[in-house]
Each structure stands twice: as C-alpha cells, then as structure tokens.
C-alpha cells in the first residue's frame, strides 16, 4: 500500500503566511498551502510513495512554473510550487498532472476520470483542496467514496487552508506583517466520516443492517483508545456501542432467537451512554432514528420476538422473519406451561402438537409421531394451550409453508413462483399482526 498526496493547484497570487495544525507550524512564511500540508503530512513518507499536484494549463503556468506571478511590491518574481517542493528535499517524487478547468459537466467528468485513474488498488490518500476551483471539494468528496468501492483506497486526511480566517487578502498584505501571518490547516476528514455514516445510517433505516455502522463506530474511535490506552470514556462508550451494533446485525440476520432481547436491551443502553457525549451534531439524529428502531424491545420475550419479526419484515429479511416466528410460537407455548424454551424435544413435541391440531387428530393418538406418542400427557396439555388461542394454530399452518417453501429454496410442487415470490412479505406482514393479536391481546 503506497500513501499518495493529491491537492489542486489555482491560479491567485497567494500570499505569505505561516500555516499551523496541532503542533505544527511552517518555519518560515510560505504562499503555497501544498507546501505546508506536504511537510505536515508526507515528511516521512519514501520513494514508493507520490505526491501528484493536478494542475490545470493556466494553473500550471501561474504557480506551477516559476515566474507565473510578482511579488507586489519588488515585482520580484516567484517561485512556482515546482521549485518549492524541490527545495524540501523529500525522497517521495512528485508530478504535476494536467487537468481541465472545471467550467463545464463535461469537464468536471474529465477531472473526475483524470483523479480516480492516477489511484491504485489500496492508496493511502491525503487530499489538500484548499486552491481549488469551486467544484473541487465536492469532486474530492465523491472520487474518495468511489474509490474506496473500486480501488478500496484508504482516506489518510483531507484538509483545507484557511487563509481567508486572517481576512481580505488586500487588508492582510497591508495590515498583517508577513511573520505574524498564522493561517489554520483545517481537518475535513470528518466531513468524509459523516458520508460514510450518512450511508451506513441509510443501510440501516432500509435494511436493517447494522453492521457497517458498528464497524465505523469501532474504527472511528480506535486511534482514541490507543493513544489512550483504552482509558478514554467517550471513545471507549462508542466502541462499546459499535460491538452492540454488530450483534443485533448478527443475532437478526443468523436468527438466534433466544439472544435477542438480551442484544436488543444492551443496545438500547449503548444507545443512550452515546447520546449524552459531545459528538458532532448530526450523531444525535443517528442515535434518535436507532432508538426509534429499537422502541419495540421491551425485555419481554414475546414481545421481543415480534419486534425482531417486525424487523426482519420490514428490512427485506423474510426467510429469517418466518423462521423466527415460527419458533416464536413454539416457545410461547412452552413459557406458558412452564417449560424451559431450549429443550429441544420440547419443541419438537409442541411443534407436532401444531400440527396434530391442524390434521384434526387430537382424538386418534395412533396417528401422532415420536416424541408426541411417547408423551401424550404433555402433548395434550401443550394441544390445549394451543387451543386456547384460538386460530393460532391455523396461523402456525402457514408460517411453516412459506418457511418451508423458503428454507428448501422452491424445491417442491407447491413453491411459490418468482412471480408470486412478492407476497412472502405481505403475508408475513399480515401473519405478525394476526400472531400479535393473540399472544399480546392488550398490545
């Protein structure tokens, strides 16, 4: 993996002034921001890696080139930024890479084109966007999530100098000597975190998933807890929020039915812990629309277990909604007799109590199967609990058709064609709200 430095050279005669960031301050008053954030950044980088300066024909000859401008006052005339990189005296080359103005659709596609092809598989990136024509910063801002999908590049900073915070350039030249000059290296490297939680946050609302943004939140927080060697609170509040986003993601997409009130109740509480620190602002929406979501969980494991299916039905998870409701029933059944929702010959024997209801053969035990004909006492006491609510085992006659016609992928003469293969999540829509109905009539 190579680091690479991309920035966009203008054509104004900038003036000299020192840049600082964190620590870092030039030594001496400077007119090219590229210069600055090269040595802030790309000091230590070596041969393998590039510094690539995209330069349109006017830009090039202005600032690239010596001679492109005058000092105002001795009209002596400037070094170009060619001339000043050379001075640096780095091991990392650099190249100056011609690009079109921008003034049109058609041009802004070529600089896009002209960006994401000098970009190789697994780059390091830092972009400089301050001398920019004004499309840049956007165009910046799409190339880096474009190639992060093709290339899979990393994004190592993206940062703007702000040389405007001194004032107007004609009052800085007269009013501000030269030395006393400090413009600030802005950070906009979170404004490409935001877009990557804006699509995670939009993952999430339309699917369901909340993996990807379990997965920002631990990276977004991992150089914190290292430099603080895991003792930062908020950064550690985070991550612990991103683990729990990982699990409800997990628990839904693989059904594991028996764990997701407990996931779904620990991250409700992750929630909450982040809602109350000082993070950018759009997070708090982030953290409303999660606990929006999360409003159904209540700790009871009915109630849990529809809102699970509620989930799956509404983020297209519809083979995993069947299954989980389907065995839902099954344990519902259990809990009411008072037993334990693990046992696996339990279950079986309530999943055959269903079905003996729907053959019409609770009067003829000739026709029940093991383990149902070996514990006919049980059997009937989970047929009447079944019975007691009322076409709740017509409901359960369904949900094992279309799960079965799901689980063996239409493998059967009664499958449902593609055609047809919309209606899976109608009717499991309709089947929740009925199953609903009867386990928690007072909902």
Request: hydrophobic share 40%.
């Amino acid at each position: 993996m190579a680091n690479v430095y991309i920035s966009f050279l203008g054509t104004n005669n900038y003036l000299p002034c020192h840049y600082v960031a964190d620590d870092f301050i030039t030594p001496e008053p400077i007119r090219f921001v590229q210069e600055a954030t090269i040595r802030y950044r790309c000091a230590n980088w070596s041969e393998k890696d590039r510094i690539l300066i995209f330069t349109t024909e006017e830009a090039q000859k202005c600032n690239w080139q010596d001679g492109g401008h005058c000092d105002r006052k001795t009209k002596k005339p400037h070094e170009g930024l060619q001339t000043r990189l050379q001075r640096l005296g780095l091991k990392v080359p650099f190249r100056s890479i011609p690009i079109a103005p921008g003034y049109t659709t058609e041009q802004i596609w070529q600089q896009f084109n002209t960006v994401f092809e000098v970009l190789e598989e697994g780059d390091h990136v830092v972009f400089d966007i301050t001398h920019a024509f004004r499309s840049i910063p956007m165009l910046a801002l799409v190339v880096i999530h474009y190639a992060r999908v093709f290339k899979s590049i990393a994004v190592g900073g993206i940062y703007y100098g702000a040389f405007e915070a001194l004032g107007p350039q004609y009052q800085v030249e007269e009013t501000i000597p030269e030395n006393e000059r400090q413009a600030p290296i802005v950070d906009l490297t979170p404004l490409a975190e935001l877009l990557d939680w804006t699509v995670a946050t939009d993952r999430f609302l339309k699917g369901g998933d909340t993996a990807l943004m379990g997965e920002l939140a631990q990276k977004s927080v991992a150089h914190l807890l290292k430099a603080s060697k895991g003792a930062d609170k908020d950064a550690q509040a985070v991550k612990n929020l991103g683990n729990a986003l990982k699990r409800m993601s997990l628990a839904l997409s693989t059904c594991r039915g028996l764990e997701i009130s407990e996931v779904a109740k620990n991250l409700k509480e992750r929630v909450v812990a982040c809602a109350q620190l000082d993070l950018l602002p759009p997070f708090g929406k982030l953290f409303d629309r999660i606990q929006q979501r999360l409003h159904g969980f209540a700790g009871d494991p009915i109630v849990d277990g529809l809102a699970a299916v509620r989930w799956c039905s509404e983020h297209g998870l519809i083979q995993q909604g069947y299954t989980l409701l389907e065995e839902l029933l099954f344990s519902s059944v259990l809990l009411e007799t008072g037993h334990g929702i693990q046992n696996l010959e339990h279950r079986e024997i309530v999943s055959q109590a269903f079905y003996i209801l729907e053959k019409k053969w609770v009067e003829n035990p000739d026709q029940w199967k093991p383990p149902s004909n070996k514990h006919p006492d049980m059997t009937r006491r989970f047929i009447d609990v079944i019975r007691s609510k009322g076409d709740l085992y017509k409901k359960c006659s369904q949900i094992r058709e279309f799960r079965n016609d799901l689980n063996h992928a239409g493998h059967n003469q009664s499958a449902k064609t593609l055609k047809s293969a919309g209606r899976f999540a109608e009717d499991l829509q309709q089947l929740i709200s009925d199953v609903e109905r009867i386990l928690v009539p007072l909902s």
